[in-house]
């Protein structure tokens, strides 16, 4: 098996893999969404943030307060470990061969 494209949505906290399978031809691929509790109940842990900040706090002096920095908090970044990732997708879908997407044109 061979990751072809990934695609992390933090808002959904899902992962969207374009994939191709040994047996497929070059010109195929297949496509699958995975939502990051799925993974990580399986025992992958694909996701690894690198943000310099893990809690985005500013100090506000007019009320003396640190405050959470909404949109840096969003703005995160992340690195998935493809390894992880690819160990993922081969259990899963030997666990559940009838779950396999089909081809679509690359």
Do not use: A
């Not at 098996?1 to 031809?25: A, C, G, T």
């Not at 690198?50 to 959470?68: A, G, K, R, V, W």
């Not at 990732?85 to 009838?98: A, D, G």
Request: hydrophobic letters at 30%; glycine letters at 0%; aromatic letters at 16%.
């Amino acid at each position: 098996m061979e990751i072809i494209d990934f695609y992390y949505n933090p808002k959904s906290e899902s992962i969207q893999v374009s994939f191709r399978l040994d047996k497929d031809n070059e010109e195929f691929i297949r496509e699958s969404e995975f939502e990051l509790d799925l993974i990580e109940n399986h025992g992958y842990y694909i996701l690894e943030d690198f943000s310099d900040n893990d809690f985005p706090l500013i100090y506000e002096e007019d009320s003396d307060e640190l405050i959470l920095d909404d949109d840096i908090s969003e703005e995160k970044e992340y690195n998935i470990d493809e390894t992880q990732l690819l160990e993922f997708i081969n259990e899963y879908y030997t666990l559940n061969p009838k779950k396999i997407p089909p081809t679509s044109i690359f």
